[in-house]
């Protein structure tokens, strides 16, 4: 069943055309630098290398586009600046793993701002089993922590792997439970910076028996606005994430709602209305969320909900045997080239191409500092999708809009 | 809204003819022995009356259709004790409210097996205005009985009455908090007898301030088996209830389904997977009823189901004035004759009345030891309704079948 869901074509702006994948660790070193250059976020890489066709072009073209949407000094990330990245990468055990192909966490690469490039340590073949996200308070309760790992050890031997955020309380208690049968440590900050320091041993551990990943630059001191934007990497790994404890303005609460735009299962352990830390899994349950109580309800919601999914059917394309790339240079650089099985179709909305201009709103006003899903604002300006995306990304890339996790603008 | 519920008609099978209804003492103490004898229930009270058009009748016939139905030796209830448990009652300060007239509790009216008299002390109105039951573990933890108490201090100034069942725990916060409010208790065991008996002080609060009520006879020690009888008028007289606490296999589980049975919401206060005390509920939310976090929860669960509730249009009839009723003998006795303003229209499946016994199946057959609804029994045994009412109320006279709360049948 999970296979399935694994098959599905991505959707058509996360497809990264075959020839733009790196073959060579100069290539490599161009994603990097793509990925890096300021204001270039997942969908504007995407799009970046689907209109210029590798990474390379479109770092030439970034400065033209930039100043064309008002930004004039722009410069892309210097070569030294990503190379000084892959290698302190590469010295710390790491491989850069790149959307598009196979190594790439699979469900990750379906959500609407799936990272370009992540960085792992460890193995990367655990991302494509079956896992669970388990979230929760950092000042969780005795009871949370002992929650979350009856639910890791009940779930681990079942063949799910358990992903979290290595932060204290949950995050902790369901990694320590899952060492043995499988868990994925996403870090807001470099893959190499652990927080907090007294998770460094089991950081270690993970390391070695698990997978860690981390789409920040090496180095990165972890910040509050990371957070968010590493909790759709959790959501985005697993076919549904359990909040274990959270209060009801938590982090937590924020990833229950990118796994839901994410189209994933979002369940709850519910607690006492009497007890704080319970007040965001209550919220989420009455809002339809599964009530977890055990392994058992957390595979029975993953399992109807498998049953639910209609697999996008591929085309049958018959693609000839793929050139292998040459072996990259550095020893700890394991990228090889792919490429997704399934060529996304192309959406009806996206032909034509017809100017609209004449009738272009103004896409900024549509816009306010809260944040509002993509989709809704290119069906609320009226125009074409390509004409809008275009639109919006000279606005990206103009500073004026931010983009958030899940697919969200809003003014910058 | 709740109004609306008021004026639904009673199912036919409750219907008491007003002619049936007790218009003096003596009448009334014809009631009482009624529903008094031995395998005489709610339903076989209520079928009596109908067919034989007052309960002095019923009781002269009684003999004859015990006979009939293979229990030879079968006497109703003796006058002598009916009248002694009508003095004692009396003495007690209670009243007796005969289903069918405007003081018995107009939603209890609307059950399957509504109890023919009941015996209250305090103010019957109140069991005319909203009401929420309020269950739980009588072993309840201090965080449930705080549950309960906000509960009911939330609701009460809202002008919800709180049912409940005047145990330890769950029940005891309920009615304390709710005093000054509108409290109902419902007593297992006799009106006069307090259980457990350090709410004794209590119970006499809520004789003066709200209202107790009983049908069982009074002096009676209440016993396990009446429990499950007595928690189906809690539910019954409540537009919902809430199960605060309760382990799996809890009486709080056996109001809920009676609850559900009913046609009343089922609510629960959710609670950590690692109490034993919060199974039940979270059991009950997994399985659909409405998460209770708070008194604001409670009443939009209840007024979204409200809103939900076609009422049954009553036809206008246009009645003449009732003739008054001699006033009642004993000083305490308060009863006023009445009927139900909205005369039950006649199904359709109760017409024609044809000879079926050669197609009769034996009902029996049909049950086990597992309770099945009425309904259920009369449908599978393809008989016309008046056939399979009456096959059952024999079987039930004759001591073969027991009837359960919520219209279940199983063999005795």
């Not at 809704?376 to 300006?381: C, G, M, P, Q, V």
């Amino acid at each position: 069943m999970h296979k399935e869901l694994m098959n599905q074509s991505t959707p058509h702006s996360q497809k990264i055309p075959q020839s733009a994948l790196p073959q060579s660790e100069g290539e490599l070193l161009a994603w990097l630098r793509l990925a890096r250059s300021r204001r270039v976020g997942p969908s504007t890489f995407i799009r970046l290398l689907r209109e210029h066709g590798n990474a390379e072009a479109a770092l030439a073209a970034l400065p033209q586009v930039a100043a064309a949407a008002g930004a004039n000094s722009y410069a892309p990330c210097h070569p030294e600046h990503a190379n000084a990245e892959l290698e302190a990468g590469f010295k710390a055990g790491a491989e850069l793993l790149c959307l598009g192909t196979p190594e790439y966490p699979p469900h990750l690469a379906l959500i609407p701002d799936p990272p370009p490039i992540l960085w792992a340590i460890g193995d990367p073949s655990l991302a494509h089993r079956p896992t669970v996200g388990l979230v929760g308070a950092r000042n969780a309760s005795s009871l949370g922590q002992r929650m979350a790992r009856i639910l890791a050890e009940e779930l681990g031997p079942e063949g799910y792997i358990i992903a979290s955020g290595l932060a204290r309380g949950v995050d902790t208690a369901a990694h320590e439970a899952s060492l043995e049968t499988g868990t994925i440590a996403v870090l807001a900050g470099g893959i190499d910076v652990v927080y907090p320091r007294e998770n460094k041993a089991l950081w270690q551990q993970i390391c070695q028996q698990g997978l860690v990943v981390s789409e920040a630059p090496i180095g990165t001191a972890p910040q509050a606005r990371h957070f968010p934007k590493r909790n759709r990497i959790i959501s985005g790994m697993s076919l549904g994430i359990v909040v274990i404890e959270g209060a009801a303005k938590s982090g937590s609460l924020i990833t229950a709602r990118n796994a839901l735009d994410q189209g994933r299962e979002v369940m709850a352990v519910p607690g006492s209305p009497l007890d704080p830390r319970a007040t965001g899994c209550n919220m989420l349950l009455r809002d339809g969320a599964g009530l977890v109580r055990s392994g058992a309800d957390v595979m029975e919601y993953l399992q109807s909900a498998a049953q639910g999914v209609l697999p996008i059917e591929a085309p049958e394309i018959p693609h000839p045997p793929l050139p292998q790339a040459p072996p990259p240079q550095h020893p700890r650089g394991k990228q090889s080239p792919g490429l997704f099985s399934c060529p996304a179709p192309t959406p009806a909305s996206e032909g034509g191409g017809r100017p609209a201009t004449t009738l272009a709103p103004n896409l900024k006003a549509l816009l306010s500092t809260a944040p509002i899903p993509e989709d809704t604002l290119i069906r609320e300006s009226g125009l074409p999708t390509p004409k809008a995306m275009e639109m919006i990304f000279d606005l990206e890339m103009a500073g004026e809009i931010t983009r958030h996790p899940g697919g969200m603008l809003s003014l910058a």
